[in-house]
Every structure is written in structure tokens, then in C-alpha cells.
């Protein structure tokens, strides 16, 4: 008699290695890059990723495995993964040092100071207190930090305590520059000159990490791994913390956070996940990631793909809610990173040409943000932006899938609401139009809706940049926020690519029509041949397109050319 498979929970939202491995979550192996990073030659080793990427699971599947402690759980915890398979000369040989700058108050000077002592002396107080088995004289040391308060100098007397015992340690920082991330996106409230104290000159975190630097010197500090998600601290920490190998751009290290496809489907089979549940692309909506051009695979941002995951497995069916609201949350400090006209100025290309031309910097300056190389690394690194492929001596690099162009798109509404304050939304009208749009397959109420409301509110700021790919992000924004569609930019309609299409939302069957649309403009005061040929070579492209094996002979797909002359004009065309 054939068994029932018995599925394994999926680990969403959970990133304690050892629940997961003792608790039947599925665990993703990932526990070669174990033995990768024992074998590079310097051992430390800086290494960032986008947030929600399996940093902290990384963080914590390292401290079980070098944990001196959790030699007894070994075959437990690693057993039947890679690295139990081919233990390496160093698996629980250190006393693991865990620091994690998430949550720090950074809400002025002295509040930080006080948060970031209190972290390291904190940490410092569970590490002896944890391995007190080991320092005999623990509880004299712990009373001796608790009565002097000593924060950050409270490293010294864990490393003494390390050294008479005989033992080595293992540093591991997570989150290395949240509070830094923090600093920068407040702009100017606490100013650069307060980020530049802590972290310049002989400011409280470079002493941190002087103090680090000097005990692996010492050979106290056996190994450090620092992890986060941008390079703009490191290069501030250059002399007082310069002995780590930078591994964040390395191709052989591309897919140690992140899932590939084979990896996905194992997922599936493991937690019971059934494709059939499934009406979207999820290559299309969570993967596209590409840390290094010669990287062997692509890869999905992991928190996405397990929340998508969750969310079938708890309904049955393709979430309503088909992007994580954390994502945004996590992303919405990008906001207060464009403080300046030629930043914004940068996204919005970035948006319109689906991509730039750049070089990745591995380390900048807090000083440097404002410069457009240093600003687009930036988006690379916090996984706004992804490597397509070699560009010359630059990368082209590309919004990584259908989950963030989403996010781009709310940024450019966000922004253009208020450099123009007259823009409103009539929900209630936006939804009537969409209903005439997708049902009666009128298209009239939508264009219409969008003239008034927001091209002819545009600001003298916006329409600098009003051209045909503005008009196209702007209406793709409210199509986006309707749900009833899954608007794509720029398809590939075969041959060419189409401005827009605009796909029935799988939560939505019920919807009549899909559209075609290809959008053309006109400045004010163009002559009437001019608008006609605009008009004529948009139909041409949508015959072409019709044409096409993938859209051809379609009943439930309507097409139409809209040609917009400055911004209160336009014209629909419809074509058969």
C-alpha cells in the first residue's frame, strides 16, 4: 500500500537554524559554502546581501556549526547535510562572539551611544556567560562589567578570558551597518558630521572594530564573519577595520543566500506546495537575482518565494496579496535616500529605461551618495537593481522581476504627488473606470480619468520629464493599484514589445478583456501631420504585435493606439 508523503513545515519568517532542523521545517542546504569559506585564505571575510535574504539564517547556521557548545548536536543538526557529510578541521572548535546591530536608537547622539555600549557590553555578558563552563572565574568577570559599565571595552575582558582559557574565538556581526543605514536615510537631522564622529577619527564604532582588528591580530579573533546589506560603512572603517576580504561580488559565492530554480521546486515537493494552486510566474515575479556576471544561476529573493509559498499552502490558491507587504516596509527607507534632484532624477531614468549602464563599487563613502555610480550601487546592493550582463567595461543592470518594478512605480507616485500637490485620487472613480475598462472594454473613463487627475495636475518640475515612457510609468502606477490587473511594461510581443499589457489578475477570472496599448506623444502645439504619423506608426506596431503566435486570435484581448498631445490631449485609436 502506497504511504502518504509526510511534507515538512516551510521555515516563512523563521530564521533559527536549529528550530528548523529539529522542528521538520525544510531547510534549503546551503551548507557547502561552510567548507568554501574555512578554505578561503584570509578568515575574514565581509559578505553583504539585500535585506530579507537569509543573512541571519547564514548568521545562525555558522554559529552552530564553529559553536564549541553544539558539538554534542552535530550529527543532529548536520548529519544529513552537506557539511556534516564532509565536516572541515574547524567545526566546533570556537567560542562563537554574536553581535547583531539591528534595533539600535538612533534617534540623536547620546541615545546611540548609550544603545550601541549597551549592545556590545550585552553581548559580551552572554558570551562569558554562556561559555562559563570554560572561564572559571565568569561570574567575577560579569560582576566586573555590570558594576563598571564598561560597553565597548567590555571586548577586552572577553578576550583575556578567551586567552587564559586557551580557547579562540569566532566573531560574527549581523546587520553591521543597520544603525548606519538609519543615520543616512535621516538626511540631515542628525547630519554627517554626527555619522562621521561615531565611525571616524577615534569615534565609538571604529573603536569597536579596532578592537576586533586587534584581537585577530592577536590570534584571540580566529575569524570574523560581517554581514549586512551596503558597503557604505566599510569604506568609513577602512584603517580601523582593514583586514577583511571583500566577498561580496565574488561569482563563486553568488548563490550561497538566495534560492535557485532547482532549489524552488525541491521546496515545493518538501512542503507539499501544489503547482496546481499556482497562476503566476514565479520566475517573473521573485527571481531575476544576479550577484556577479559570471554567476552560475540566477536566483529568487527567498523571503518572496517563502511568503508566496505560505500563502498557498494556507489558502489554496494564489495569494490576493502577491508581493509581501514587509518588501515595501523594508524598501521604503529608499524614500528618504533621494534627497536630491539628480538621484531622483536617476530612479526615474532607471524606470524608464528599465535598467542602467553602471560600474558596482564594492566601498564608498557616506560623502559619496549624491554621485550617480555610488547612488545606483547602492540601489544593487539593498536588490533594487540586478546584473543583466556585461555593458563594455560596465554592467547593465536591471530591475530584477515584476515584485520590484512594482516598488518603483509606487516610488515615481509617491514622489510626483508631491512635487505636485494638486494630484489626487478619486478611488471611486479610478474603480469605475477600471470596470468600463476591463468589462465593457471601453477605455474612454480610464484615459479620461487620468488626464484630469493627474497630467493636468503635473507640476512645472514633473512636466520636465513628461515625455512617452513618463506617461507610461504614471498609468502603469494606477493600473497597478486597481488589482484587477497585472500590468507589464514593455512585453515582448514577438516581434517588438509592447508599452503595455495589461493581464487579467489570476485572483480575478471574471475580467472580460486584457488590453494592448501602445502609447505616443505629441508636444503641445504639434501640427496635425505629425500626430497622425505618430498615429500610424503605433498602428502599425499593434498590427505587428496582433500578429504575433502569442497574441494572435484572441477574442478576450482588446488593442488600441493612444496618442497623448502635451498633457491635456489625447486621442484613443482603436485597432481590430
Same mark, same amino acid.
Given at each position: 500500500m502506497d504511504t502518504v508523503k509526510k511534507y515538512k513545515r516551510l521555515p516563512y519568517g523563521n530564521s533559527d537554524f536549529k528550530r528548523i532542523r529539529t522542528e521538520n521545517y525544510a531547510y534549503v542546504d546551503k551548507t557547502m559554502y561552510i567548507e568554501m569559506l574555512e578554505n578561503e585564505s584570509n578568515p575574514n571575510q565581509f559578505f553583504i546581501r539585500p535585506r530579507k535574504f537569509g543573512k541571519s539564517l547564514l548568521f545562525m547556521t555558522l554559529s552552530y556549526y564553529y559553536d564549541i557548545n553544539e558539538a554534542k548536536n552535530f550529527e543532529q543538526l548536520f548529519g544529513d547535510l552537506y557539511i556534516g557529510k564532509h565536516p572541515t578541521p574547524e567545526r566546533n572548535a570556537y567560542a562563537v562572539l554574536k553581535f547583531d546591530f539591528s534595533g539600535l536608537d538612533t534617534s540623536g547622539e547620546k541615545e546611540f551611544m548609550k544603545s550601541f555600549s549597551q549592545n556590545v557590553q550585552d553581548t559580551v555578558y552572554d558570551f562569558l556567560d554562556t561559555y562559563r563552563h570554560i572561564f572559571p572565574d565568569s561570574a567575577t568577570l560579569i560582576q566586573k562589567i555590570e558594576h563598571e559599565r564598561r560597553g565597548v571595552s567590555s571586548l577586552e575582558i572577553a578576550f583575556n578570558a578567551?586567552?587564559?582559557?586557551?580557547?579562540?574565538?569566532?566573531?560574527?556581526?549581523?546587520?553591521?551597518?543597520?544603525?548606519?543605514?538609519?543615520?543616512?536615510?535621516?538626511?540631515?537631522?542628525?547630519?554627517?558630521?554626527?555619522?562621521?564622529?561615531?565611525?571616524?577619527?577615534?569615534?565609538?564604532?571604529?573603536?569597536?572594530?579596532?578592537?576586533?582588528?586587534?584581537?585577530?591580530?592577536?590570534?584571540?579573533?580566529?575569524?570574523? /564573519?560581517?554581514?549586512?546589506?551596503?558597503?557604505?560603512?566599510?569604506?568609513?572603517?577602512?584603517?580601523?577595520?582593514?583586514?577583511?576580504?571583500?566577498?561580496?561580488?565574488?561569482?563563486?559565492?553568488?548563490?550561497?543566500?538566495?534560492?535557485?530554480?532547482?532549489?524552488?521546486?525541491?521546496? $515545493?515537493?518538501?512542503?507539499?506546495?501544489?503547482?496546481?494552486?499556482? &497562476?503566476?510566474? $514565479?520566475?517573473?515575479?521573485?527571481?531575476?537575482?544576479? /550577484?556577479?556576471?559570471?554567476?552560475?544561476?540566477?536566483?529568487?529573493? !527567498?523571503?518572496?518565494?517563502?511568503?508566496?509559498?505560505?500563502?498557498?499552502?494556507?489558502?489554496?490558491? &494564489?495569494?490576493?496579496?502577491?508581493?509581501?507587504?514587509?518588501?515595501? &516596509?523594508?524598501?521604503?527607507?529608499?524614500?528618504?535616500?533621494?534627497?536630491?534632484?539628480?538621484?531622483?532624477?536617476?530612479?526615474?531614468?532607471?524606470?524608464?529605461?528599465?535598467?542602467?549602464?553602471?560600474?558596482?563599487?564594492?566601498? /564608498?563613502?557616506?560623502? $559619496?551618495?549624491?554621485?550617480?555610480?555610488?547612488?545606483?550601487?547602492?540601489?544593487?546592493? $539593498?536588490?533594487?537593481?540586478?546584473?543583466?550582463? !556585461?555593458?563594455?567595461?560596465?554592467?547593465?543592470?536591471?530591475?530584477?522581476?515584476?515584485?520590484?518594478?512594482?516598488?518603483?512605480?509606487?516610488?515615481?507616485?509617491?514622489?510626483?504627488?508631491?512635487?505636485? !500637490?494638486?494630484?489626487?485620487?478619486?478611488?471611486? @472613480?479610478?474603480?469605475?473606470?477600471?470596470?468600463?475598462?476591463?468589462?465593457?472594454?471601453?477605455?474612454?473613463?480610464?484615459?479620461?480619468?487620468?488626464?484630469?487627475?493627474?497630467?493636468?495636475?503635473?507640476?512645472?518640475?514633473?512636466?520636465? @520629464?513628461?515625455?512617452?515612457?513618463?506617461?507610461?510609468?504614471l498609468l502603469l502606477s494606477y493600473l497597478f493599484m486597481s488589482k484587477a490587473y497585472v500590468p507589464m511594461s514593455e512585453y515582448e510581443a514577438v516581434p517588438g514589445r509592447a508599452d503595455i499589457y495589461l493581464q487579467r489578475s489570476p485572483l480575478f477570472p471574471e475580467i472580460k478583456y486584457e488590453w494592448l496599448l501602445e502609447l505616443k506623444y505629441c508636444k503641445t502645439g504639434a501640427k496635425p501631420a505629425e500626430i497622425a504619423a505618430q498615429q500610424k506608426a503605433g498602428e502599425e506596431q499593434i498590427n505587428q504585435y496582433l500578429a504575433s503566435h502569442r497574441l494572435g486570435e484572441r477574442s478576450d484581448l482588446k488593442a488600441a493606439v493612444i496618442v497623448f498631445t502635451g498633457k491635456n490631449k489625447y486621442k484613443i485609436i482603436p485597432v481590430q
Open positions: 578567551v586567552k587564559s582559557a586557551g580557547k579562540q574565538i569566532y566573531v560574527i556581526i549581523d546587520e553591521y551597518d543597520h544603525f548606519a543605514n538609519d543615520l543616512i536615510a535621516m538626511g540631515t537631522r542628525l547630519g554627517n558630521n554626527f555619522y562621521k564622529a561615531m565611525i571616524a577619527a577615534n569615534g565609538l564604532v571604529r573603536d569597536f572594530y579596532e578592537r576586533i582588528k586587534a584581537g585577530a591580530k592577536s590570534s584571540i579573533v580566529n575569524r570574523t /564573519f560581517i554581514t549586512g546589506i551596503s558597503p557604505v560603512m566599510l569604506d568609513d572603517l577602512t584603517s580601523g577595520y582593514n583586514i577583511a576580504v571583500i566577498l561580496t561580488l565574488n561569482p563563486r559565492y553568488n548563490e550561497m543566500m538566495g534560492f535557485t530554480q532547482e532549489e524552488v521546486e525541491w521546496l $515545493m515537493r518538501e512542503t507539499g506546495v501544489n503547482p496546481d494552486h499556482i &497562476t503566476i510566474d $514565479m520566475q517573473a515575479y521573485y527571481n531575476g537575482y544576479l /550577484f556577479h556576471k559570471d554567476g552560475a544561476h540566477r536566483v529568487y529573493n !527567498p523571503s518572496m518565494i517563502l511568503y508566496f509559498f505560505e500563502q498557498v499552502l494556507q489558502f489554496s490558491k &494564489t495569494p490576493e496579496n502577491i508581493i509581501d507587504l514587509n518588501l515595501k &516596509t523594508d524598501y521604503g527607507r529608499l524614500r528618504r535616500l533621494i534627497q536630491n534632484d539628480r538621484n531622483r532624477d536617476t530612479l526615474l531614468r532607471i524606470v524608464k529605461e528599465d535598467g542602467i549602464a553602471a560600474e558596482l563599487l564594492q566601498k /564608498f563613502s557616506i560623502d $559619496m551618495l549624491n554621485d550617480d555610480d555610488y547612488f545606483v550601487s547602492l540601489l544593487f546592493y $539593498m536588490g533594487l537593481l540586478t546584473i543583466k550582463e !556585461p555593458y563594455l567595461y560596465q554592467l547593465k543592470l536591471v530591475i530584477p522581476n515584476y515584485s520590484i518594478k512594482t516598488l518603483y512605480w509606487e516610488y515615481i507616485m509617491k514622489l510626483t504627488r508631491e512635487t505636485s !500637490p494638486d494630484m489626487n485620487i478619486e478611488t471611486r @472613480q479610478l474603480n469605475e473606470a477600471i470596470y468600463d475598462l476591463s468589462v465593457k472594454g471601453d477605455p474612454d473613463s480610464f484615459i479620461s480619468y487620468i488626464s484630469q487627475n493627474a497630467f493636468a495636475k503635473l507640476s512645472d518640475h514633473d512636466l520636465k @520629464q513628461f515625455d512617452e515612457k513618463y506617461i507610461q510609468i
